[in-house]
Each structure stands twice: as structure tokens, then as C-alpha cells.
């Protein structure tokens, strides 16, 4: 599975951006979706995800209410409304998958991280 994030830019508090991301290869082995962010001197945080089944979704507390995690299957396509930005949504934001990988075995592929800045 690879994975290939666009949407990212410079934004001022309040506004939006919506994150694509594309996956490509055996995509029909994806189990979750997901997009983390970073900041320097962080560990890469969760920010929302969503299940390849049920779309089951899971947001990190700091954006519920103004973050949208969708799926888009038969374009293998996953996106991020991020509306309502504050300044510390500023991060490096990667798009995640989990996928099968036989044998019992799960991977994970990561984008290559779109920047993402919001200010004041």
C-alpha cells in the first residue's frame, strides 16, 4: 500500500483545509485509515481514523466538533475537513493505513506528511 497526502498550506484561525490523500497498490487489504500530525519535539499524534468496513470513526478530543475523517473507496481516496483552525492545528499531517499483510500479519504505510499552518 502507498499513500500520497495533498491539501496542506497556510491558513488563518478560523479557516478551513480539507487533507487528500490517495492509496494505491493492494488497497482492498486496508483495515483503518487515518490521519496523524506532528509537530518538532512531538511523537506523532493520532487526529481522527476510520474504520475500511464499518466506517467506523475515532477523532482525538482536541478536534471533535471540527474535524470531518471520510472515505472514499472506489476512488481509494481519504480526506480531512479540517474546519474552524486554530493555531495549534499547526503540524506536519501524514495519512496512515493498516492493511493486511497475510499470515495474521498487519502493516502500516505512511504518507510522505503535508504542512499544515495555521495562524493567529
Known amino acids: 500500500v502507498q499513500l500520497a497526502e495533498s491539501g496542506g498550506g497556510s491558513v488563518q484561525a478560523g479557516g478551513a483545509l480539507r487533507l487528500s490523500c490517495a492509496a494505491s497498490g493492494s488497497v482492498y487489504t486496508i483495515v483503518t485509515m487515518g490521519w496523524y500530525r506532528q509537530t518538532p519535539g512531538q511523537q506523532r499524534e493520532l487526529v481522527a481514523n476510520?474504520?475500511?468496513?464499518?466506517?467506523?470513526?475515532h477523532y482525538v478530543d482536541s478536534v471533535k466538533g471540527r474535524f470531518t475523517i471520510s472515505r472514499d473507496a472506489a476512488k481509494n481516496m481519504l480526506y480531512l475537513q479540517m474546519d474552524s483552525l486554530k493555531p495549534e492545528d499547526t503540524a506536519v499531517y501524514f495519512c496512515?493505513?493498516?492493511?493486511?499483510?497475510?499470515?495474521?500479519?498487519?502493516?502500516?504505510?505512511w504518507g510522505q506528511g503535508t504542512q499544515v499552518t495555521v495562524s493567529s
Open positions: 476510520i474504520t475500511a468496513t464499518s466506517h467506523t470513526t
Open positions: 496512515h493505513a493498516e492493511y493486511y499483510s497475510g499470515s495474521y500479519y498487519f502493516s502500516h504505510a
